[in-house]
């Protein structure tokens, strides 16, 4: 029987009938002429891992997530033992950890080394947290890295890339548009050394197994003097403290879940717990953001990868009335030209945008761009594998159903598709009025 999350026991797909001894079909990466030794070295090494270690256990490490029951303790344990074995693997290939500096046991990489090994590791869903760079954990490193105090880097930083402690990310409120972060009410007040938070927040992902959350405050009112993005401070709150009330985990696709509802009722903190200068949580969650959205991409990039492996694979050798191959067929043929280009443009969008941002010219168009162009992609991507699978894409053999929930959840998640369309417009219109035209080779 094949059972669980594909991968090692799903593709190739033409041998996966009695579900018996077959070995997944192995991402083909080559080095990429245009890029330097250093990134291909990455991008290789990163997908003999993926290859070699992740594709034929991937039903042990994420098998059991996929049928709805609650694991066994036999499956628990194997794969704890599977995941630190692949943990340790990627630590002795020096891949852990690709966001962090090495003093903070990560690779060190660049910008768009980071990127062009995300899409490699992105091809088995899940892998990230295998290379030591999850979410909102990732995030949080970084935030905490470029704002944080040394004080703050010993009691929480440290401990969260050690994996010694896990962290959320509190921003988006019940009550208020999470798509307009200036619509904030949770309020941080001096009391003394003391802040004094309260606030109603949810979808705090992580919120459950988190040691500490960074808290999106409001410091000052709307109409205080200042600009409107000054008058945010992000500000850390221990789990433990009292007056954090988690209230539950929002169900999220029919499913329970750690993304959860808090009400933070006179928290009191040390006013050292703030991150960064009063009134920079704004900048701070751009900051968060904007490299973020390039990562989010070629994740996307590396799953839309994998389904089109998957689907092409199907398409060659499922047979359909009187024995003609779906491949024959040109709706068949239709989906796969479709995907291709949906792949290629989205890939090559994000470079061009990661290109951009790392030379500091101004990418903010670019940046909204994919942020709507990708997930989208990705969207129509997975929907056209589900469907060449049939009964097959929805059930729980393949990756497609989480990768379907993710694609769908990146459209509103970061900020939605209408926001950054609207950004668009924007950023054209005022260089149109301002008698320009847009340049498109630059
Ligand atoms: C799985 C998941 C995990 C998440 N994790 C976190 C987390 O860890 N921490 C955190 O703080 N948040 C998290 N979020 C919240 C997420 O960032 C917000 O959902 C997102 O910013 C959108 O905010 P909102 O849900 O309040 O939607 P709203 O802002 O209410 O928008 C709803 C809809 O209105 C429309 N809309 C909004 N503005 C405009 C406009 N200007 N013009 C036209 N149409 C518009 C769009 O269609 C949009 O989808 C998570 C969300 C999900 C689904």
């Known amino acids: 029987m094949v059972t669980g999350f594909c991968g090692g026991v799903c593709p190739p797909v033409s041998e996966t009938r009695d579900g018996e001894g077959e070995t997944a079909m192995p991402m083909n990466v080559k080095p990429v002429p245009t890029l330097d030794d250093e990134v291909n070295e990455v991008r290789l090494g990163t997908a003999e891992i993926v290859n070699q270690e992740i594709l034929p256990n991937e039903n042990v490490l994420y098998g059991w997530r996929s049928d709805g029951g609650r694991p066994s303790e036999t499956q628990v344990t194997e794969a704890r033992e599977v995941r630190a074995h692949v943990q340790n693997v990627v630590k002795k290939a020096k891949l852990w950890a690709p966001h962090l500096p090495p003093e903070f046991g990560g690779m060190g990489l660049s910008f768009m080394q980071h990127a062009y090994m995300n899409e490699v590791l992105a091809y088995s869903p899940g892998a990230a947290s295998l290379f030591g760079v999850v979410a909102p954990n990732s995030g949080n490193q970084k935030i905490l890295l470029k704002y944080g105090t040394q004080e703050q880097h010993d009691k929480w930083l440290i401990p969260l890339t050690e994996g010694r402690m896990q962290s959320g990310f509190s921003m988006t409120e019940p009550h208020n548009a999470g798509s307009d972060p200036r619509s904030i009410q949770t309020r941080a007040v001096l009391d003394g050394d003391e802040w004094v938070i309260n606030g109603h927040k949810w979808f705090t992902s992580n919120g459950h197994a988190a040691d500490f959350y960074i808290v999106m405050c409001r410091t000052a009112d709307p109409d205080d003097p200042g600009g409107a993005n000054e008058k945010m401070t992000q500000i850390i709150v221990p789990r433990k403290t009292p007056g954090v009330n988690i209230i539950r985990g929002v169900p999220v696709w029919g499913k329970a879940s750690s993304h959860c509802e808090i009400i933070y009722d006179n928290v009191r903190v040390p006013k050292s717990n703030q991150l960064g200068g009063t ?44 024995g003609e191959k779906l491949e024959d067929k040109q709706f068949m043929q239709g989906f796969i030209a479709d995907s291709y280009m949906d792949i290629q443009s989205s890939r090559l969008m994000v470079v061009d945008c990661a290109m951009k941002m790392e030379e500091g010219a101004d990418s903010r168009t670019d940046i909204s761009s994919i942020k709507v162009y990708v997930p989208n992609a990705y969207h129509r991507v997975v929907d056209r594998a589900i469907q060449v ?18 694609a769908r959840t990146l459209r509103i998640a970061d900020g939605p598709d209408e926001v950054h369309r609207i950004l668009i417009a924007k950023n054209v219109l005022r260089r149109y009025h301002a008698g320009e035209s847009w340049d498109f080779g630059n």
């Open 279 to 322: 009134g920079t949580g704004h900048q701070a969650a751009q900051d968060r953001l904007g490299a973020g959205r390039i990562y989010h991409c070629m994740n996307s990039v590396g799953s839309m990868w994998r389904c089109f492996d998957l689907m092409v694979d199907r398409i060659m050798t499922r047979e359909v009335h009187g």
């Open 389 to 406: 699978h049939g009964a097959a894409g929805v059930s729980g053999d393949f990756p497609f159903a989480g990768m379907y929930e993710g």
